[in-house]
């Protein structure tokens, strides 16, 4: 249908806008684990709420409908999105991801999935050439672009030339984005991962995650998975979720403003060695972020120079929580040494440039004067601990 994206936002696609006979214009919060039935043999289309509940039902078509896909899926978290995609493999089956991914996703892999018989190989799907490490039984590529917290950016289009080519799965992780910047099924995605939690929620106060789909047959199968495990997304954080959507463009416009001003200032403040954001003009993945993505968002991680510095911020802050997560109204710092990332190998840690010195900030909605006020004071407040 034809509705622009912030149309979207608030009416899906239209046509499932809750016209009961209250005419309620906030869709209701449908609180029922179970629904009656007209006789044997019918249903209203509602069985039991860990198949499918009214007000799940609507986040689901307005995120598919975001996307630009034929369904979407909500979870209780993104973490319980993405356990439940893995579901769609086998013991034997190997799997390619970039590895620089969400902490959560890494430890699932190495913990859970190779458990489970599933194989990995974590590499830079920046830099090498993934046709390398395809294999008889390569069934999926996992990427997340920019990704977490480097901010290096990921070619989606030339990713899924090689996924058609050998009939592999792409699956994207879109949460950095959010379907306002980026929409990976116009890249060649097969399968989109958001954690809602973050932009889509977009207030820190409701944990989500969605598998947006463009086939019926991958719909169908993961539609069997979500009742069978019932990792679906509870009523009440469906209206939320549908709440905080409501508002999803201009929460993307403003934070990626304010994200725009701290790079701006970081690039000048001497004790910073390296800024981190697909915006700076003339950096690796800034003509990729722009071919593929109508903005840079609002992530972006910087280097100080000594991992005292970097505590020493943390500590100092006066408006700027440090705290796990992103996408919401409040600006975050976050640790992704000890914090996001801590499961991964230290090793692979380096590797990645996830140092002790490295600092991940998510721009929120406030006054860019005051968040550059405030991270001003932390910096400058350093030498009087030594
Ligand atoms: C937060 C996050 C997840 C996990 O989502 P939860 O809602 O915290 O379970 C997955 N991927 C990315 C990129 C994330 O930022």
């Given at each position: 249908?034809?509705?622009?994206?912030?149309?979207?936002?608030?009416?899906?696609?239209?046509?499932?806008?809750?016209?009961?006979?209250?005419?309620?214009?906030?869709?209701?919060?449908?609180?029922?684990?179970?629904?009656?039935?007209?006789?044997?043999?019918?249903?209203?289309?509602?069985?039991?709420?860990?198949?499918?509940?009214?007000?799940?039902?609507?986040?689901?078509?307005?995120?598919?409908?975001?996307?630009?896909?034929?369904?979407?899926?909500?979870?209780?978290?993104?973490?319980?999105?993405?356990?439940?995609?893995?579901?769609?493999?086998?013991?034997?089956?190997?799997?390619?991801?970039?590895?620089?991914?969400?902490?959560?996703?890494?430890?699932l892999f190495n913990h859970v999935s190779e458990k489970n018989g599933i194989t990995f190989s974590h590499i830079d799907c920046a830099e090498e050439d993934i046709e390398n490490y395809v294999k008889?039984?390569?069934?999926?590529?996992?990427?997340?672009?920019?990704?977490?917290?480097?901010?290096?950016?990921?070619?989606?289009?030339?990713?899924?030339?090689?996924?058609?080519?050998?009939?592999?799965?792409?699956?994207?992780?879109?949460?950095?984005?959010?379907?306002?910047?980026?929409?990976?099924?116009?890249?060649?995605?097969?399968?989109?991962?958001?954690?809602?939690?973050?932009?889509?929620?977009?207030?820190?106060?409701?944990?989500?995650?969605?598998?947006?789909?463009?086939?019926?047959?991958?719909?169908?199968?993961?539609?069997?998975?979500?009742?069978?495990?019932?990792?679906?997304?509870?009523?009440?954080?469906?209206?939320?979720?549908?709440?905080?959507?409501?508002?999803?463009?201009?929460?993307?416009?403003?934070?990626?403003?304010?994200?725009?001003?701290?790079?701006?200032?970081?690039?000048?403040?001497?004790?910073?060695?390296?800024?981190?954001?697909?915006?700076?003009?003339?950096?690796?993945?800034?003509?990729?972020?722009?071919?593929?993505?109508?903005?840079?968002?609002?992530?972006?991680?910087?280097?100080?120079?000594?991992?005292?510095?970097?505590?020493h911020i943390l500590k100092s802050t006066k408006l700027i929580p440090f705290a796990e997560s992103l996408g919401g109204t409040e600006t975050l710092l976050t640790y992704p040494t000890t914090q996001?990332?801590?499961?991964?190998?230290?090793?692979?840690?380096?590797?990645?440039?996830?140092?002790?010195?490295?600092?991940?900030?998510?721009?929120?909605?406030?006054?860019?004067?005051?968040?550059?006020?405030?991270?001003?004071?932390?910096?400058?407040?350093?030498?009087?601990?030594?």
């Amino acid at each position: 249908m034809g509705f622009e994206f912030a149309t979207k936002c608030i009416y899906g696609n239209g046509k499932d806008y809750d016209k009961d006979k209250t005419g309620a214009i906030s869709f209701p919060i449908y609180q029922t684990a179970t629904y009656a039935h007209p006789e044997v043999g019918q249903s209203t289309g509602f069985d039991y709420s860990r198949l499918q509940n009214p007000t799940r039902q609507q986040v689901e078509h307005v995120v598919a409908a975001l996307e630009g896909g034929v369904d979407a899926l909500a979870f209780s978290s993104g973490m319980a999105a993405i356990t439940t995609l893995m579901e769609l493999f086998r013991p034997g089956d190997h799997l390619i991801t970039d590895a620089d991914l969400y902490g959560g996703s890494i430890r699932l892999f190495n913990h859970v999935s190779e458990k489970n018989g599933i194989t990995f190989s974590h590499i830079d799907c920046a830099e090498e050439d993934i046709e390398n490490y395809v294999k008889d039984n390569t069934k999926a590529i996992f990427i997340e672009t920019p990704t977490n917290p480097m901010m290096s950016v990921i070619d989606v289009r030339k990713v899924s030339e090689i996924a058609k080519r050998h009939g592999l799965l792409l699956i994207v992780d879109n949460t950095f984005m959010s379907p306002y910047f980026q929409k990976p099924f116009e890249l060649g995605a097969d399968l989109i991962i958001h954690s809602g939690t973050k932009f889509l929620g977009g207030h820190n106060d409701t944990l989500s995650g969605f598998i947006v789909t463009n086939s019926q047959e991958l719909s169908d199968k993961l539609r069997f998975l979500i009742k069978t495990v019932g990792s679906g997304l509870a009523p009440f954080d469906s209206w939320l979720i549908l709440r905080g959507i409501k508002t999803l463009p201009i929460r993307m416009e403003k934070a990626q403003e304010n994200a725009k001003a701290i790079v701006d200032y970081l690039i000048k403040e001497p004790k910073v060695l390296k800024v981190y954001y697909p915006g700076i003009e003339g950096t690796k993945g800034y003509e990729i972020c722009k071919s593929q993505a109508s903005g840079f968002g609002s992530m972006l991680t910087f280097e100080v120079e000594s991992r005292e510095l970097a505590l020493h911020i943390l500590k100092s802050t006066k408006l700027i929580p440090f705290a796990e997560s992103l996408g919401g109204t409040e600006t975050l710092l976050t640790y992704p040494t000890t914090q996001t990332h801590a499961d991964v190998p230290e090793e692979v840690r380096i590797k990645i440039g996830i140092t002790d010195r490295v600092l991940r900030l998510s721009a929120g909605i406030e006054d860019k004067q005051d968040l550059i006020a405030d991270l001003k004071q932390a910096f400058s407040s350093f030498k009087k601990d030594i």
